[in-house]
């Protein structure tokens, strides 16, 4: 079954950290390129950010550049997103997606994570 | 950055109508690399359609995409009790950042 999961999300005040993790199964998760998605309580979709299959690149939403990071270990089947300098608006729900295509970059979001919950609040 | 904008913001149908949904993207979408997800209370979105107009997998023929350039469309022929949710179109053109339309609720009626 081809799935992902995502964990460590949490309250923490404004300026901490927090480090999501992303668990993928099901698919040879070295072939594909992975994304971050967040979504605030009550909006829209939001795109943070993008790491190639084989960690070769990655952008980042103007929001998050310079705060956020993403990476990936291949042998672990595991996605990362490492968050610094919290603000408030980064309270979300974080969803991890998968790329449709092998080795691609351009290409639909087709397997979405349920989500994990980032509140940041003093 | 292309802006997506969808519209209606909400559409009130009943089960068996007609949904039509409209994208309209800011500048032109690089190789008509848009796609449409659904979402339902407390879920993950799901793909619909990628490429403007290809289902993906296991998506019922009721849900066709049509459109190339900066206009696209999701069309639901027939709506079924399962298919009342916000739906929201992305380009994944050949440059980041990845955008979202703001959404249309598709209600009912």
């Known amino acids: 079954q081809v799935q992902v999961v995502e964990s460590g999300g949490g309250v923490v005040q404004p300026g901490g950290s927090l480090r999501l993790s992303c668990a993928a199964s099901g698919f040879t998760f070295w072939s594909y390129g992975m994304h971050w998605v967040r979504q605030a309580p009550g909006k829209g979709l939001e795109w943070v950010a993008f790491i190639h299959y084989d960690g070769s690149d990655k952008y980042y939403a103007d929001s998050v550049k310079g705060r956020f990071t993403i990476s990936r270990d291949n042998s672990k089947s595991m996605l990362y997103l490492q968050m610094n300098s919290l603000r408030t608006e980064d309270t979300a729900v974080y969803y991890c997606a998968k790329v449709f295509c092998t080795t691609g970059t351009f290409c639909a979001l087709d397997i979405w994570g349920q989500g994990t919950m980032v509140t940041v609040s003093s | 950055e292309i802006v997506l904008t969808q519209s209606p913001g909400t559409l009130s149908l009943s089960p068996g109508e007609r949904a039509t949904l409209s994208c309209r993207a800011s500048?032109?979408?690089?190789?008509?690399?848009l796609a449409w997800y659904q979402q339902k209370p407390g879920q993950a979105p799901r793909l619909l359609i990628y490429?403007?107009?290809s289902r993906a997998t296991g998506i019922p023929d009721r849900f066709s995409g049509s459109g190339s350039g900066t206009d696209f469309t999701l069309t639901i022929s027939r709506l079924e009790p399962e298919d009342f949710a916000v739906y929201y179109c992305q380009q994944y053109g050949s440059s980041f950042p990845l955008t979202f339309g703001g959404g249309t609720k598709v209600e009912i009626k």
């Open positions: 500048q032109s979408v690089s190789r008509s690399y």
């Open positions: 490429g403007a107009s």
